[in-house]
Structure formats: structure tokens, C-alpha cells
């Protein structure tokens, strides 16, 4: 029986690379989306022309109910999920003085609202498969940069559900791990790397910025069961760097 592997916010950046490495691998895929139509079916023409299915799964995973209809769309088509991968995100930043409560509270909202929602919705189907989460916190919940309150403030409590999830969930035979970027360029990243990256590139030990499929293979990894024994942990993928 094919799996299937379900990616919030799969219609650019991280979460179009991840698809297409989970595609890759044979499983066929979801594809959450929120506004991104054009995109997101652009992703579903690339990944079944990989040889494998896809439908596409429109739905805002901060919303309740959108997050049940995402699951819902995912088991009609495929009848199984194997991998849930939380990708959507939004980056807020800026000094506090400069930003309002509701930018506080968008970023803690999308980032973190939404992982939650998605796993209560999906933890029934996911413990039925032996399934595995994967959630894409970042660097900047480990670190805390500065002028990024909300978004580190997020991230962090990203990577404290996943460890509370890790353990809530091992029982129910589910495996509940984070993969933490560093600096990848998409459109998230784009205005930063336009004032220019090379100061940026000079504190990465490896020497460069990582890609978005980076990030795909690490996500692959750790859902994968040859990472059989490794629950609770969030890897961070940044070529060694670590400072804010
Ligand atoms: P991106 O290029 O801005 O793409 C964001 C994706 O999330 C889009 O596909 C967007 O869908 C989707 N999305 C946003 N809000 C959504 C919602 N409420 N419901 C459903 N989908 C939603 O960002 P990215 O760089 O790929 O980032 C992906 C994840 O990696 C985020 O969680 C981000 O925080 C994390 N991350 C990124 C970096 C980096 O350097 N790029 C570093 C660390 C962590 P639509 O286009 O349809 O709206």
C-alpha cells in the first residue's frame, strides 16, 4: 500500500521542496495550500509527473475547521496518513516598539495554533498508519534573534509541543520530531537576502546557505523509519550555525 505524506503549505518554498522529496520517495501526497492555487496545482502536475498521486487540500490550518476539512480531503483521496508534515508559517518581525499585538499574535497564530490543530486532527489516522509528524520550527526558536519577538517567541513554542506531543504520543505509536532551519532563501527570506547576505554567509562554518532541500531530506529522514528510535528532538539544520 502507497503512503501518503500530508504538507501544510506546500504551494512554495520549503514545503514545495519537501512534497517533491516525499514524492520522490513514492508517497503519494497532499498538498495544503491556503492562497496559493496557481502554485499548488503547478506542485501536483510536478509530483505525479514524479509517478505518484496528489490532490490538492485548499484550507487555512490555523482555522479549525479548515485543518478537519485538510485531513478530511487527504483521507477520501488516499484512504491512509503516514506522514504529517508541519510547514505553514509566516515570518513577523521587527523591533517591539514597532509592532502591534495583532502582528504578535498573527505569528502565534499561524505558527503554532496551526500545528496543534493539524495533529488533533490528524493524530486518529496518523496512530492507525504507526505515522510519524514532522513540524519545521526554525533556528530563531532555539537562539532568539533579536527583532524577531514573535516569530522566536512561535518557533519556541513549536519545538515545546513537539517535545510535549513527542511523549503525549509515543504510546499511540506515533513519532513527534522538529526540523530547525537556519537562513534558506524563498520567498519568506527574499527582502533579507536582498540588503544582502554575505556578512550572513561569513558565520555559517559550512560556508553557505542552505537549500530548501536541505531541509526536504532532513524532514524525509526524520519521518522515516530509520529514524525508528528518535522522537522529541528538534534538529536543527543551519551548517553549523548557531548564533543569533
Ligand atoms: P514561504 O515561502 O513564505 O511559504 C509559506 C507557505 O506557507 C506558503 O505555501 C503559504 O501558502 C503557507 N501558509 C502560510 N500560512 C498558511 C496557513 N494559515 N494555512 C495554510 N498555508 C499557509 O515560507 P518558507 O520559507 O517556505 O517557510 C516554510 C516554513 O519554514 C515556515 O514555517 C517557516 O517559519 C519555516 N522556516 C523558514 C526559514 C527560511 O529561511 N525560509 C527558516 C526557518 C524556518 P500560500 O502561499 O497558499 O498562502
Known sequence: MTKTALITGASRGLGR????????????????????????QSLKETVEAQGVNAVLAQGDVADEADAKRVIKTTLEAFGRLDVLVNN????????????????YQLAMHVNVASVWLMVKAAIDA????????????????????????????????????????????????????????????????????????EDYIKTVPLGRLGSPEDIAKATAFLADSDAGFITGQILPVNGGRHGA
Open 17 to 40: 521542496a519537501i512534497a517533491k522529496e516525499f514524492a520522490a520517495k513514492g508517497y503519494n501526497i497532499a498538498i495544503n495550500y491556503r492562497r496559493s492555487e496557481a502554485e499548488a
Open 88 to 103: 505553514a508559517g509566516v515570518l513577523v518581525s521587527g523591533r517591539i516598539d514597532d509592532l502591534s499585538f495583532s502582528e
Open 126 to 197: 496518523l496512530e492507525k498508519t504507526g505515522g510519524a509528524i514532522v513540524n519545521i520550527s526554525s533556528g530563531s526558536g532555539i537562539v532568539g534573534p533579536p527583532n524577531q519577538s514573535p516569530y522566536a517567541t512561535s518557533k519556541a513554542a513549536v519545538n515545546g509541543l513537539t517535545k510535549a506531543l513527542a511523549k503525549e504520543l509515543a504510546p499511540r505509536g506515533v513519532r513527534v520530531n522538529a526540523v530547525a532551519p537556519g537562513m534558506i532563501p524563498t520567498d519568506m527570506t527574499q527582502s533579507r537576502i536582498d540588503e544582502g547576505i
